[in-house]
Structures are given as C-alpha cells and as structure tokens.
C-alpha cells in the first residue's frame, strides 16, 4: 500500500488575505523608506526585512551611492493607490499595480539643493511582484508600468 503524500498547504487561505498581505508590506516599506537617514545605514536595515531579489539589491545599490555621494532623502512618499493583479495562494506569489506619489519627496545634496531630475513625474506607476518566504512577504520586483496609469481619484 503507498504511503499517502501530504497536501500541500497554501500560503495564503485566500486570494483577498494575500492581496491585504502584499498592501500591507508595501505600506509598510513607504513607512519605513520616510525613515530612512542615508547617513546612518541601521535605519536602511528596516527596509530589507520587507525586501529580497532584485528588489533588494536595487535597494542596495541606490542607497550605497545615495550615501557615497553625501546625498539626503527629504520630504514624503506615499502610496496612493493599490491595484490586486493575480495570486497563487499556493506559492504565495502576488503581483500589484501600485501607484507611488512622490510629489511631496526630493534627493538633496550636502547644501540642500534638489539633485532630483526637474523631469520627475510626481506619479510612478510600478508593477509589483511579492514573493514568500519563511512565513513572510516581501517585495521582490518593481518595474514601471507602461500598462497602467496613476489615474487616482
């Protein structure tokens, strides 16, 4: 007689709970990221627990050559619309519209003066894919989005 194979378990118990999951961790990235003193790397460290793969290593990069460069991350950002594309409450791959405002955050220099390019739209429109792992979901991937609009309302 063979022996009964387990059933696997969903990450998730529905598409709706991971969808609130991936809200829920991007939010608190935008949280931590107004947290973020380039001068001092522990308040960075927040952000990669709500991070991994390309994601992440973008991260990494960005912020190394923020600091290399004496750069300061001023103002705030702020999601300003979440859009659920698709699950696999099985794999716990989620992927997200998400409409970033960044009208009221700047890059500044030692002196104060904006290095932001002057063309920055104040709306980014990401493509967002969240992935499990260990019982946690982080943002893996961002890539803008020609597909979609920040028409928020």
Excluded: H, W
Excluded at 28 to 50: C, H, K, R, W
Excluded at 58 to 73: H, N, V
């Amino acid at each position: 007689m063979p022996e009964p194979t387990p059933t696997p378990t969903a990450v998730f118990a529905s598409e709706e709970d991971a969808f609130a999951a991936a809200e829920e961790t991007y939010r608190a990235y935008t949280d931590e990221l107004n947290q973020v003193d380039v001068g001092e790397p522990e308040t960075i460290d927040a952000l990669f627990s709500l991070t991994s793969g390309d994601f992440e290593a973008a991260d990494r990069k960005t912020f190394s050559e923020l600091y290399a460069a004496g750069y300061e991350l001023t103002g705030e950002t702020k999601v300003a619309d979440f859009r659920a594309v698709s699950a696999d409450i099985m794999k716990g791959a989620v992927v997200a519209e998400v409409c970033v405002d960044v009208s009221q955050s700047d890059v500044v220099d030692q002196d104060g003066v904006s290095v932001t390019p002057p063309n920055r739209p104040d709306l980014n429109s990401l493509t967002v894919t969240f992935a499990s792992s260990d019982g946690r979901l982080s943002i893996e991937r961002a890539a803008r989005s020609e597909s979609s609009s920040c028409a928020v309302e």
